[in-house]
């Protein structure tokens, strides 16, 4: 049977490509050499339940946690209702790397991240199409609701009514 993945583009630029906004021969010349220093990495899902091999997905990256540095966990929700919290430590194999997954039975089409639980680390938002809204802190603790309407489009952040008060 098929195995299903997903791919990571992984960007490194080598050369400093000089001002952004260079339009010159020259300046697409570097900027070609960057985008050519781009690779593709296929890593496996690590879930059973296959619906549908094709199925659409969504990853987002760089969720703040307990560790120094740049953020290395990132969340991947797929259409079939599938919600992935993944660490890519570089010691740690693909499969490995996997912290949770979570499966629901909604559509999943949109991911957000934010700091509701005021902890510091970052909690997984994943939204349906039918308005069912998943809220998991990185440890894998999850609470649910229900949007009344059907969602098209949903995104998750501080928002503010008054200067300088800004709320999750």
């Keep these: 049977s098929a195995r299903r993945a997903f791919m990571k583009l992984r960007c490194s630029q080598e050369t400093d490509i000089g001002d952004q906004g260079d339009t010159s021969s020259e300046g697409q010349g570097e900027l070609?050499?960057?985008l050519s220093n781009m690779s593709v990495e296929y890593?496996?899902?690590g879930v059973h339940r296959r619906r549908n091999p094709n199925v659409s997905a969504e990853i987002l990256g760089g969720f703040i946690s307990n560790e120094e540095g740049p953020g290395?966990?990132?969340?991947?929700v797929t259409l079939d209702g599938t919600v992935l919290l993944v660490d890519h430590n570089s010691s740690k194999s693909p499969m490995d790397s996997i912290m949770w997954n979570l499966q629901v039975d909604h559509q999943l089409m949109c991911l957000s991240k934010l700091d509701v639980t005021g902890d510091?680390?970052?909690e997984v938002i994943a939204c349906s199409w039918d308005g069912q809204t998943y809220i998991i802190t990185q440890d894998r603790q999850a609470v649910?609701?229900?949007?009344?309407?059907?969602?098209?489009t949903f995104t998750a952040g501080k928002f503010s009514l008054s200067a300088g008060v800004s709320t999750p």
């Excluded at 649910?144 to 309407?149: G, H, L």
Aim: charged fraction near 30%; glycine fraction near 4%; avoid cysteine.
């Design 32 to 34: 070609e050499e960057v």
């Design 72 to 76: 290395t966990r990132y969340a991947i």
């Design 43 to 45: 890593e496996p899902l």
């Design 120 to 122: 510091g680390m970052q």
């Design 144 to 152: 649910r609701f229900q949007f009344e309407e059907s969602v098209s």
